[in-house]
């Protein structure tokens, strides 16, 4: 069930999970204006609204059966730009170490190059998330929501962030390792160039 009629370029009708993810791409810059502004409950409630819009197109798009491939492409890339966004401007705040969010962001550009690579060798690989995958991506979520709590004076956690960055620093090798196994074996299976 659409939102709006299909144009009349052909283009598929945007669904409202779609609209979601879209809004979600629109909080990212606001998240990183309010802490850049030093606002930091102002970055904390708009994470976690974001992170909420993840989870609620996701249960509307099963529900109502409004799945789209403009979805399952706009959806994680929404994810990333928020991740990564954080991630980064965490880093330059002092928040988290430097070396994690070089970590975190090597991982992706690693899964990214990999997908444009594989597609250009005419061996496509399936985009679909490993279960570590999921985890450090969880990991690194409540992570990311926990240093944002810190700082808006929410809670202090010193030393469960402390243990937090190591955990997510270990989920995130051990997610590139297993993608990097899984696209070796993909490229060197039978469909893959010879």
């Known amino acids: 069930m659409a939102i709006s009629g299909s144009s009349r370029y052909g283009l598929r009708p945007m669904t409202l999970p779609n609209y979601i993810t ?9 998240v990183i204006l309010s802490m850049m502004n030093g606002e930091m409950l102002a970055a904390f409630v708009l994470f976690m609204l974001a992170g909420v ?12 059966d409004q ?5 399952a492409w706009l959806d994680p890339i ?3 730009f928020l991740l990564v966004s954080v991630f980064m401007m965490l880093g330059w705040l ?3 170490p430097m070396w994690l969010v070089v970590l975190a962001i090597s991982r992706d550009g690693m899964i990214i190059a990999a997908v444009v690579l594989s597609s250009m060798m005419d061996n496509p690989v399936e985009m679909r998330p490993l279960m ?3 985890a450090t991506t969880l990991g690194q979520i409540l992570l990311l929501i926990l240093v ?3 700082l808006a004076g929410i809670v202090q956690l010193d030393a469960l962030i402390g243990w937090m960055v190591y955990a997510v620093a270990g989920l995130t ?4 390792g297993a993608y990097l196994v899984t696209w070796l074996r993909h490229m060197a299976s039978e469909g893959g160039p010879g």
Do not use: N, T, Y
């Open 94 to 96: 002092g928040a988290v």
């Open 67 to 71: 799945k789209s491939e403009l979805g």
């Open 22 to 30: 879209v809004a979600r791409f629109l909080m990212v810059p606001l």
């Open 78 to 80: 929404a994810d990333k």
């Open 173 to 176: 090798i051990a997610s590139a």
């Open 132 to 134: 570590i995958s999921k």
């Open 53 to 64: 819009s993840d989870a609620v197109d996701g249960a509307i798009a099963r529900q109502f």
């Open 148 to 150: 944002l709590a810190e």
